[in-house]
């Protein structure tokens, strides 16, 4: 059973296209996040939802843009993709309130050529 | 915004010897304190945290150190094993700023056998 799990694993584009990443957790958090990890590693949060409600919106480009249907579920969309959207992207969730341990996602590897 | 500095970069022990890392926050309102192992091509995962009214906390052969003061926190593994060979993320976290986690760069840690 599989805490945070996103799809694709690996998605690789052309750029000018537009992709979508999914993410899914069945832990019942009320919070989830995108985080984008580049070539060296560093992890740097894009974006949070809370209860579905926007609370946390990094420095992102508008090309990136992301939803939550419900409390379970955070989507990552971006358009008009280039060559330095190239990186992992993790999905991740916490139990909101008291702070807790952010689960992550296996990750999502976009390559742009 | 909350600023983690994480040192050293890279960190190579041979299999027994002892290993740390430490991490400088600048946001003094950063309550939560969580490290996380990553291993080559898996997502990040917990391996212990610390939360800002507790000085040390201790889970087998890793432990965490917090000074509040000086504002730094610091990991230790001792009697390190070839299976501790990873990269190792610090996090500040505060509560007010939607639980969002600001990772220091990483350290690549090797242990030699």
């Known amino acids: 059973d599989t805490a945070v799990s996103q799809t694709p694993k690996y998605l690789v584009t052309q750029m000018g296209n537009d992709k979508s990443i999914k993410c899914e957790q069945n832990?019942?958090?009320?919070?989830m996040y995108w985080y984008k990890q580049d070539s060296k590693k560093f992890l740097k949060i894009m974006f949070s939802y809370n209860n579905k409600e926007l609370i946390i919106n990094e420095t992102v480009p508008n090309r990136f843009s992301p939803k939550s249907p419900d409390k379970a579920h955070l989507n990552l969309h971006i358009n008009s993709l280039e060559l330095g959207d190239s990186a992992v992207y993790f999905c991740a969730s916490s139990q909101g309130g008291y702070i807790t341990e952010a689960f992550f996602g296996q990750g999502t590897r976009l390559t742009v050529v | 915004g909350e600023n983690v500095e994480q040192h050293p970069s890279t960190l190579s022990v041979q299999e027994g010897d002892s290993a740390v890392i430490k991490c400088t926050y600048s946001?003094?309102?950063?309550?939560?304190f969580p490290w996380y192992k990553q291993e080559l091509g898996k997502r990040p995962q917990l391996i212990i945290d610390?939360?800002?009214?507790?000085g040390e906390k201790k889970d087998q052969r890793i432990a965490v150190t917090l000074n509040k003061t000086a504002k730094h926190f610091s990991l230790h593994i001792t009697e390190t094993q070839p299976e501790d060979s990873a990269v190792y993320f610090c996090a500040a976290s505060i509560k007010a700023a939607g639980n969002k986690l600001t990772f220091g760069g990483g350290t690549r840690v090797l242990v030699k056998p």
């Open positions: 610390i939360r800002s009214n507790v």
């Open positions: 946001d003094s309102a950063s309550n939560y």
């Open positions: 832990l019942g958090h009320d919070t």
